[in-house]
């Protein structure tokens, strides 16, 4: 069960029982260096308590190198409990956000959907570190501590059962006391990552917008979302520590009247007769130390609290389903058949019953009024979401029987919002294919028009181009994206606005580096502007997520139907001017 609640691997699982294994240890070695002391102070007042003849100075100098042999050996103890727990953690911790990123991949968009960016940031980067932190700080040191303090109990037991009981009465009630307040301190943890997490939020959303926030001189509004989310951040981080805090002092208190418990019984069985003044003293100094473990243990409770939250989340994550598939699934023939077809992101569906046959070797255009669903048919064609009725087959298999990784091999894509990486020009470009050669990646880039502009910059393709290509102009960074699909030389090819910020001369050349780039191959290309797609093979016209008409240019046009009026709607705003 720990083993799963801390997402840990078998290794991992190892390693956590070896680091608590040397935390029980650590502890067994500071009682036995308090053992020491106590003999020593045993020895010392022998003599004058009971009257016992003399004092053994021999005695006391052997308790005294023994001393020395404990310290040294101590440090051993203590380096072995360190290396156990936090090297154990660090990897595990790397492990787990390494398949969460893993997990992540394959994952549908409409996990996308529901969650924002900052969200899974904080799953990723946050709640790992919590775990680590749980693992390095928290679990072996609260387990290790409890078999100690039971082993001890035991060993107390042994001696005087009635001074031990004493001694560890209250501990059934501040276990009692922590596990009732258990929930609250849930309830609270998880408000504080709520807050936490709307802060994380707004500074993205802040940096984000950062050009409108300037261009609408919306920084009073914008800023005053930040602020208001901040102070509440603040106010439910004082809330929480507040909680949390008086939880572990009140049980902290309640542990500790143990000591006074332990003076009570004591006196009364000393006065009694029934124990030795030895074992009261004893028993006085070892209730003192005692309870310092299990402080400890409170205190590392509350962050056990916390750490539920994160696993908790963590655990939600993890449950998200995977999109499946076989990747043993060869596909000879690249036709796209899609069959009564309907889907919808929310609850809205924005494709119904939508057919059509997409024939391999022909260019397929889709085309339609603005929110018609153009792009969303291309993310099913893609499986970046599953359809939520009918079926889409390529070659004559359902996708969504095919792994979409092994779907992807199939595809190349030149999409709206072109992602670059902060690396050089050369390897953004060998995201295509990572085989490739360099003369293969300057062949694609020359093809894809890049060349030249690659060239001109400080390091031609060495050079890095910063977050999401922020250093390339528009229609730069869709020729790198267009050189990509060049590379990959896929058998199906997604074009969704491929050409829309490019230059015309440039349009020219890319148009006639694509007419190579499609020979032979299955293409579906959404265009809005109606001329680029006027030779294509077939155009599937949608309005409100239907097929309202398709066929090819001339076709259409005779028919007279919604394609032919935004032509000719695109006709006349060809010749739109400013005044
Ligand atoms: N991720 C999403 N979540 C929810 N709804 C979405 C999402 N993406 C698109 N939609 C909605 O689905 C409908 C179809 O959108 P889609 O982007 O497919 O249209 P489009 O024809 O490509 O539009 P455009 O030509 O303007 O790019 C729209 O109503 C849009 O608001």
């Given at each position: 069960?720990?083993?799963?609640?801390?997402?840990?691997?078998?290794?991992?699982?190892?390693?956590?029982?070896?680091?608590?294994?040397?935390?029980?240890?650590?502890?067994?070695?500071?009682?036995?260096?308090?053992?020491?002391?106590?003999?020593?102070?045993?020895?010392?007042?022998?003599?004058?308590?009971?009257?016992?003849?003399?004092?053994?100075?021999?005695?006391?100098?052997?308790?005294?190198?023994?001393?020395?042999?404990?310290?040294?050996?101590?440090?051993?103890?203590?380096?072995?409990?360190?290396?156990?727990?936090?090297?154990?953690?660090?990897?595990?911790?790397?492990?787990?956000?390494?398949?969460?990123?893993?997990?992540?991949?394959?994952?549908?968009?409409?996990?996308?959907?529901?969650?924002?960016?900052?969200?899974?940031?904080?799953?990723?980067?946050?709640?790992?570190?919590?775990?680590?932190?749980?693992?390095?700080?928290?679990?072996?040191?609260?387990?290790?501590?409890?078999?100690?303090?039971?082993?001890?109990c035991?060993?107390?037991?042994?001696?005087?059962?009635r001074m031990a009981a004493a001694v560890y009465i209250t501990l059934p009630v501040t276990?009692?006391?922590?596990?009732?307040?258990?929930?609250?301190?849930?309830?609270?943890?998880?408000?504080?990552?709520?807050?936490?997490?709307?802060?994380?939020?707004?500074?993205?959303?802040?940096?984000?917008?950062?050009?409108?926030?300037?261009?609408?001189?919306?920084?009073?509004?914008?800023?005053?979302?930040?602020?208001?989310?901040?102070?509440?951040?603040?106010?439910?981080?004082?809330?929480?520590?507040?909680?949390?805090?008086?939880?572990?002092?009140?049980?902290?208190?309640f542990l500790?009247t143990g000591i006074g418990i332990v003076?009570f019984t004591?006196?009364?069985?000393?006065?009694?007769?029934?124990?030795?003044?030895?074992?009261?003293?004893?028993?006085?100094?070892?209730s003192?130390?005692?309870?310092?473990?299990?402080?400890?243990?409170?205190?590392?409770?509350?962050?056990?609290?916390?750490?539920?939250?994160?696993?908790?989340?963590?655990?939600?994550?993890?449950?998200?389903?995977?999109?499946?598939?076989?990747?043993?699934?060869?596909?000879?023939?690249?036709?796209?058949?899609?069959?009564?077809?309907?889907?919808?992101?929310?609850?809205?569906?924005?494709?119904?019953?939508?057919?059509?046959?997409?024939?391999?070797?022909?260019?397929?255009?889709?085309?339609?009024?603005?929110?018609?669903?153009?792009?969303?048919?291309?993310?099913?064609?893609?499986?970046?979401?599953?359809?939520?009725?009918?079926?889409?087959?390529?070659?004559?298999?359902?996708?969504?029987?095919?792994?979409?990784?092994?779907?992807?091999?199939?595809?190349?894509?030149?999409?709206?919002?072109?992602?670059?990486?902060?690396?050089?020009?050369?390897?953004?470009?060998?995201?295509?294919?990572?085989?490739?050669?360099?003369?293969?990646?300057?062949?694609?880039?020359?093809?894809?028009?890049?060349?030249?502009?690659?060239?001109?910059?400080?390091?031609?393709?060495?050079?890095?181009?910063?977050?999401?290509?922020?250093?390339?102009?528009?229609?730069?960074?869709?020729?790198?994206?267009?050189?990509?699909?060049?590379?990959?030389?896929?058998?199906?090819?997604?074009?969704?606005?491929?050409?829309?910020?490019?230059?015309?001369?440039?349009?020219?050349?890319?148009?006639?580096?694509?007419?190579?780039?499609?020979?032979?191959?299955?293409?579906?290309?959404?265009?809005?502007?109606?001329?680029?797609?006027?030779?294509?093979?077939?155009?599937?016209?949608?309005?409100?997520?239907?097929?309202?008409?398709?066929?090819?240019?001339?076709?259409?046009?005779?028919?007279?139907?919604?394609?032919?009026?935004?032509?000719?709607?695109?006709?006349?705003?060809?010749?739109?001017?400013?005044?």
């Amino acid at each position: 069960m720990l083993q799963k609640l801390l997402f840990l691997s078998d290794e991992g699982y190892k390693g956590l029982k070896k680091a608590i294994a040397a935390c029980v240890l650590t502890n067994f070695s500071i009682m036995a260096a308090f053992g020491i002391v106590i003999n020593i102070i045993n020895e010392v007042i022998r003599p004058f308590v009971l009257d016992e003849g003399n004092m053994n100075t021999q005695k006391i100098l052997v308790y005294f190198l023994a001393g020395i042999v404990l310290a040294v050996l101590q440090g051993f103890i203590y380096m072995n409990e360190y290396n156990k727990t936090y090297f154990n953690a660090y990897s595990e911790s790397e492990d787990t956000r390494l398949d969460i990123a893993e997990h992540i991949r394959k994952l549908p968009l409409s996990f996308f959907n529901r969650k924002n960016l900052s969200e899974i940031t904080v799953n990723m980067m946050e709640d790992c570190t919590r775990i680590e932190n749980a693992l390095s700080h928290v679990i072996p040191q609260l387990i290790g501590n409890v078999i100690s303090a039971t082993l001890v109990c035991i060993m107390l037991a042994v001696y005087d059962w009635r001074m031990a009981a004493a001694v560890y009465i209250t501990l059934p009630v501040t276990a009692l006391f922590i596990f009732l307040t258990k929930k609250i301190q849930i309830r609270y943890g998880e408000r504080h990552v709520k807050a936490k997490l709307r802060v994380s939020d707004q500074v993205h959303e802040y940096i984000d917008g950062i050009k409108v926030v300037k261009a609408f001189n919306l920084g009073g509004e914008k800023f005053a979302a930040l602020d208001r989310a901040m102070h509440n951040f603040m106010k439910e981080s004082i809330i929480f520590e507040g909680i949390t805090g008086t939880i572990v002092t009140t049980a902290v208190v309640f542990l500790q009247t143990g000591i006074g418990i332990v003076v009570f019984t004591g006196t009364n069985l000393l006065l009694s007769g029934s124990i030795p003044i030895i074992s009261y003293i004893l028993f006085i100094l070892i209730s003192v130390k005692i309870y310092s473990p299990l402080v400890t243990v409170l205190t590392l409770s509350a962050s056990l609290n916390y750490f539920m939250v994160a696993t908790k989340r963590m655990q939600t994550l993890r449950n998200e389903k995977e999109m499946l598939g076989r990747s043993d699934i060869n596909i000879e023939n690249f036709d796209f058949k899609l069959e009564n077809v309907s889907f919808a992101y929310n609850a809205d569906e924005v494709i119904s019953d939508f057919s059509a046959h997409i024939k391999q070797g022909e260019v397929t255009a889709l085309v339609g009024p603005s929110g018609s669903g153009k792009s969303t048919i291309s993310h099913l064609l893609a499986r970046f979401w599953d359809v939520s009725r009918g079926r889409i087959t390529l070659g004559g298999t359902d996708i969504k029987e095919i792994e979409p990784e092994k779907l992807m091999t199939y595809m190349s894509f030149v999409f709206q919002d072109v992602v670059l990486f902060n690396d050089s020009v050369y390897n953004n470009i060998k995201i295509g294919n990572i085989n490739a050669s360099k003369e293969e990646i300057i062949e694609a880039a020359k093809r894809a028009r890049c060349h030249e502009f690659i060239m001109e910059m400080p390091e031609g393709y060495d050079t890095v181009i910063g977050e999401n290509g922020g250093t390339l102009s528009g229609g730069e960074r869709q020729r790198i994206s267009i050189a990509r699909a060049i590379l990959k030389n896929a058998p199906v090819i997604l074009l969704d606005e491929a050409t829309s910020s490019l230059d015309p001369e440039n349009e020219v050349e890319i148009q006639t580096a694509l007419s190579e780039l499609v020979k032979e191959k299955t293409v579906v290309v959404i265009a809005h502007r109606l001329r680029t797609v006027v030779n294509a093979d077939q155009i599937l016209v949608l309005k409100d997520g239907k097929l309202e008409e398709s066929g090819t240019h001339e076709k259409l046009m005779e028919k007279n139907g919604l394609y032919r009026q935004l032509y000719q709607i695109q006709q006349e705003s060809s010749e739109w001017k400013f005044r």
